[in-house]
């Protein structure tokens, strides 16, 4: 039966049980009033009236007022016959007194009328008697009544006690059990009410409940949530920052590395759009400036980000991953955000400036002895301290070349570490574009020589100026020179050619050499990169300094090769 069915048959059974209660009560009640009501006016009023008579007939003679207050008892009792015999007895007195008043004196009917008012009297207490007795009876049934209908509620109403609370007790005190048991992960627990009520649908809700709990956790969901939770705990733990960004590049995650170089709190960070955080915070603007600007972008990619970290400047470097996704069924990949990754990269950079500045000690310690053993060989060969012969002459000349070759070395070298340290001295300034083509020409003219390799130049008329560093300027075009000559066959011509055009001057180096595979092309300006195989001695750093010095100057450095049949290389200045 169901709860609300159970509560209201309660209620109800209550209810009912009152309401006969007082309805018993009552009717017994207004039984026992009308039973007392009746002897009141049917009989004790006899009883008065015919008293009212014998003290109106006792009077002494019969006098009027004696008789008009007969008469009115008379008249009264007349009309208040309520026991059988009474009808006549009154009859009877109405006739005797009626005679008596013709014959006041006669003494015959006075004791006639006096022996009906007794008759009567005495009929009505008999009455009364009788009324009493039945009175009582029903006294004594409405008690009986009373007490065994008060006994069968108070039973019922003593069971409802007893078994009310309960029923809809107990229930809940094993269902509160159960969802303890689910809180603590017990998915397998069950709860069993077999009666069709509430409870009973209750029980069916929450065992159904429980048993998708139960699928859930079993299913791969749940344990793609545990998978969640280790790598948001592994990201949490990896020493570099790193910083997570949904497709509208909203904050998803900064881990605590990240957290703390950047002085952040996560609340502070999670869920807001990561252009907010970066109007307040330099170092998250830095990390994200090239999600918003593209030409940021391009420039900022080689650059590490200089934070300040573990008490000393830090470096780091940047990389930011775009995040695509086939979602299940499609064909199409979605960008689901961004991760960025900083990686510590502060040790290699004091490595690496260590490095340099070794570089830079020996190649300057270098270039003075080398300079040195040039002037001596060069005084020897001028045979100033003496005469030599063929063989000590070619000695020299080879110890020369060496010694050209190790100042060239040492010359990049230095080069390089002002480029690495940012000690570039670049003055631009409009320069004379033949004074750079003929200091180049000069420079390598004996190199071509020894291969037999014609120069070929090509200028246009008038001659242009150009804005250069003209030292610098110079030094890439011996440098594209010298390789020209370096990866060119004997007896072969280089063309050294220079064009205007819009505003730009060009400066090309073409030779018939043999070339460059595409796949080295970008890479040749690395540094320390060398095509594998490439015979020739080198270091490898030429052309990455004339990068770094062309753009410098603003300008930009190419190169186009035809493998196996030569290599254009191609600098292009402002015009002056
Ligand atoms: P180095 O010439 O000292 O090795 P560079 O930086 O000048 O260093 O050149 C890098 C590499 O590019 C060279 O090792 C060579 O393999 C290739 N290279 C440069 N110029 C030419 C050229 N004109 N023809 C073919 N290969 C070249």
């Given at each position: 039966?169901?709860?609300?069915?159970?509560?209201?048959?309660?209620?109800?059974?209550?209810?009912?049980?009152?309401?006969?209660?007082?309805?018993?009560?009552?009717?017994?009640?207004?039984?026992?009033?009308?039973?007392?009501?009746?002897?009141?006016?049917?009989?004790?009023?006899?009883?008065?009236?015919?008293?009212?008579?014998?003290?109106?007939?006792?009077?002494?003679?019969?006098?009027?007022?004696?008789?008009?207050?007969?008469?009115?008892?008379?008249?009264?009792?007349?009309?208040?016959?309520?026991?059988?015999?009474?009808?006549?007895?009154?009859?009877?007195?109405?006739?005797?007194?009626?005679?008596?008043?013709?014959?006041?004196?006669?003494?015959?009917?006075?004791?006639?009328?006096?022996?009906?008012?007794?008759?009567?009297?005495?009929?009505?207490?008999?009455?009364?008697?009788?009324?009493?007795?039945?009175?009582?009876?029903?006294?004594?049934?409405?008690?009986?009544?009373?007490?065994?209908?008060?006994?069968?509620?108070?039973?019922?109403?003593?069971?409802?006690?007893?078994?009310?609370?309960?029923?809809?007790?107990?229930?809940?005190?094993?269902?509160?059990?159960s969802i303890?048991e689910i809180a603590a992960h017990n998915y397998s627990k069950r709860i069993?009410?077999?009666?069709?009520?509430?409870?009973?649908e209750l029980a069916n809700a929450f065992n159904s409940m429980a048993q998708k709990l139960e699928e859930y956790k079993n299913s791969s969901l749940d344990k793609l949530m545990m998978e969640k939770k280790r790598i948001e705990t592994l990201i949490n733990n990896i020493n570099n920052p790193v910083v997570g960004l949904d497709a509208k590049k909203q904050v998803l995650f900064m881990n605590d590395v990240a957290l703390?170089?950047s002085?952040l709190k996560a609340e502070q960070t999670i869920g807001k759009p990561v252009q907010d955080i970066a109007v307040?915070n330099?170092?998250v603007r830095s990390l994200v400036q090239e999600l918003f600007d593209e030409n940021t972008a391009a420039?900022e990619k080689q650059?590490?980000v200089?934070?300040?970290?573990?008490?000393?400047?830090?470096?780091f470097e940047k990389q930011v991953i775009p995040i695509n996704i086939t979602p299940t069924g499609e064909k199409e990949s979605l960008f689901i955000g961004n991760v960025i990754l900083l990686q510590?990269?502060?040790?290699?950079?004091?490595?690496?400036?260590?490095?340099?500045?070794?570089?830079?000690?020996?190649?300057?310690?270098?270039?003075?002895?080398?300079?040195?053993?040039?002037?001596?060989?060069?005084?020897?060969?001028?045979?100033?301290?003496?005469?030599?012969?063929?063989?000590?002459?070619?000695?020299?000349?080879?110890?020369?070349?060496?010694?050209?070759?190790?100042?060239?070395?040492?010359?990049?070298?230095?080069?390089?570490?002002?480029?690495?340290?940012?000690?570039?001295?670049?003055?631009?300034?409009?320069?004379?574009?033949?004074?750079?083509?003929?200091?180049?020409?000069?420079?390598?003219?004996?190199?071509?020589?020894?291969?037999?390799?014609?120069?070929?130049?090509?200028?246009?008329?008038?001659?242009?100026?150009?804005?250069?560093?003209?030292?610098?300027?110079?030094?890439?075009?011996?440098?594209?020179?010298?390789?020209?000559?370096?990866?060119?066959?004997?007896?072969?011509?280089?063309?050294?050619?220079?064009?205007?055009?819009?505003?730009?001057?060009?400066?090309?180096?073409?030779?018939?050499?043999?070339?460059?595979?595409p796949q080295?092309?970008d890479?040749?300006?690395?540094?320390?990169?060398?095509?594998?195989?490439?015979?020739?001695?080198?270091?490898?750093?030429?052309?990455?300094?004339?990068?770094?010095?062309?753009?410098?100057?603003?300008?930009?450095?190419?190169?186009?090769?035809?493998?196996?049949?030569?290599?254009?290389?191609?600098?292009?200045?402002?015009?002056?």
């Open positions: 039966m169901k709860i609300k069915a159970k509560l209201l048959l309660g209620m109800g059974l209550l209810f009912v049980m009152i309401v006969l209660l007082t309805a018993l009560g009552s009717m017994y009640i207004n039984k026992l009033s009308a039973d007392t009501k009746n002897i009141l006016v049917a009989n004790y009023n006899t009883l008065d009236y015919s008293r009212q008579m014998l003290i109106a007939l006792n009077e002494d003679g019969l006098t009027n007022t004696s008789i008009a207050k007969f008469e009115t008892n008379l008249n009264r009792q007349r009309h208040n016959i309520t026991e059988a015999g009474e009808k006549e007895l009154t009859d009877e007195l109405t006739s005797n007194f009626e005679k008596l008043k013709l014959q006041p004196g006669d003494t015959t009917l006075q004791s006639k009328i006096h022996n009906n008012l007794t008759d009567i009297m005495l009929l009505n207490m008999q009455a009364i008697e009788h009324k009493s007795s039945i009175a009582e009876k029903t006294a004594d049934s409405a008690a009986l009544w009373i007490a065994v209908t008060g006994v069968v509620c108070f039973l019922i109403a003593f069971t409802m006690l007893l078994n009310l609370p309960g029923n809809i007790a107990n229930p809940i005190k094993e269902l509160t059990a303890k069993h009410f077999e009666e069709h009520n509430e409870f009973g703390k170089i002085g307040h330099d170092l420039k650059e590490p200089k934070i300040y970290a573990d008490n000393k400047e830090s470096y510590n990269i502060t040790p290699f950079k004091e490595l690496d400036f260590a490095k340099t500045n070794f570089i830079a000690t020996v190649s300057h310690e270098l270039k003075t002895p080398i300079s040195s053993i040039k002037m001596s060989v060069q005084l020897l060969e001028n045979e100033q301290i003496g005469n030599i012969n063929d063989e000590q002459k070619n000695l020299l000349h080879s110890i020369k070349d060496d010694a050209n070759r190790l100042l060239k070395i040492t010359g990049e070298l230095l080069n390089m570490t002002q480029v690495e340290s940012g000690n570039i001295q670049i003055t631009v300034k409009p320069s004379s574009v033949s004074d750079i083509v003929q200091h180049a020409l000069l420079a390598t003219k004996t190199a071509a020589e020894q291969k037999n390799i014609t120069l070929q130049v090509n200028l246009p008329e008038p001659l242009p100026m150009v804005m250069a560093d003209e030292e610098k300027t110079s030094w890439v075009l011996i440098n594209l020179i010298t390789n020209a000559i370096r990866y060119s066959y004997d007896d072969a011509a280089i063309n050294i050619s220079v064009k205007t055009n819009h505003h730009q001057v060009e400066f090309s180096v073409t030779d018939t050499g043999q070339g460059i595979a080295y092309k890479k040749i300006f690395d540094r320390y990169f060398r095509v594998p195989g490439t015979q020739k001695e080198g270091t490898g750093l030429g052309l990455a300094i004339s990068k770094e010095f062309i753009e410098a100057q603003g300008g930009t450095i190419k190169v186009n090769s035809d493998f196996g049949a030569g290599s254009t290389f191609t600098v292009v200045l402002n015009e002056a």
